[in-house]
């Protein structure tokens, strides 16, 4: 690590950010590099990770708290000189670890809100036991993706506003599509926090005119 802040110029108080897990997600600006620190999302696990990334004119820097399978694709295509990203500059490269940091959270919002209707088409009949449960774990869960998605809104957002000779306009059109991404991601797990409560009093409502009926 003291390599690449000799060889990068990275400052100090960034590099103590990377190694201090669990930071709030930033954007800063430096004379010469963008430093962003946002959640990683693993599905197979339903577990998240800090992710950091250092962008300069020629250079991206990555740090993860573990391996992880999901950039996989990203290096492939770069070691066997493969596809649009091989032919990109650094600040393409960005935007790609990005968008797919993204778009990993889709699977897990629409397994939500599969679950979600399951529990509606159940709701007036017979109950499962666990749906108190279920309910409890959808609320928790979507609570999470809000949390780590929104703050992606205002990053992005700045990526598309940068100001870096380096950083192109083709990458910003880029990273326009995925910030439309982020807020389609913000305005289903809105629809999915509102969800989770109207089933919530229904079911409390429910269960209210059941009682009333035994009694």
């Known amino acids: 690590l003291k390599t690449l802040r000799k060889t990068f110029s990275i400052h100090r108080l960034a590099l103590e950010d990377v190694l201090h897990l669990h930071q709030r997600p930033k954007f800063e600006v430096f004379d010469h590099q963008l430093f962003v620190v946002t959640r990683l999302y693993e599905a197979q696990t339903n577990t998240d990770e800090q992710f950091s990334m250092f962008l300069g004119s020629n250079y991206v820097i990555t740090f993860c708290e573990k391996e992880t399978p999901l950039f996989a694709p990203i290096k492939n295509r770069i070691e066997k000189s493969k596809g649009f990203i091989r032919r990109q500059s650094a600040d393409y490269l960005a935007y790609a670890f990005l ?3 993204i778009d990993n959270f889709f699977p897990k919002v629409a397994s939500i809100e599969s679950t979600i209707d399951e529990l509606e088409e159940t709701l007036f009949s017979d109950l499962p036991r666990n749906f108190m449960e279920t309910i409890h774990d959808v609320r928790a869960d979507t609570l999470r993706l809000h949390r780590m998605v929104l703050p992606l809104k205002e990053m992005i957002g700045r990526f598309c506003e940068a100001n870096f000779d380096w950083f192109s306009n083709e990458t910003k059109v880029y990273m326009k599509d995925s910030y439309d991404h982020v807020l389609l991601l913000i ?13 919530m009093s229904l079911y409390q409502f429910n269960m209210s005119q059941k009682l009333n009926e035994v009694i």
């Open 99 to 101: 968008d797919v940091i």
């Open 187 to 199: 305005d289903r797990i809105e629809s999915l926090r509102h969800a989770s409560s109207d089933l």
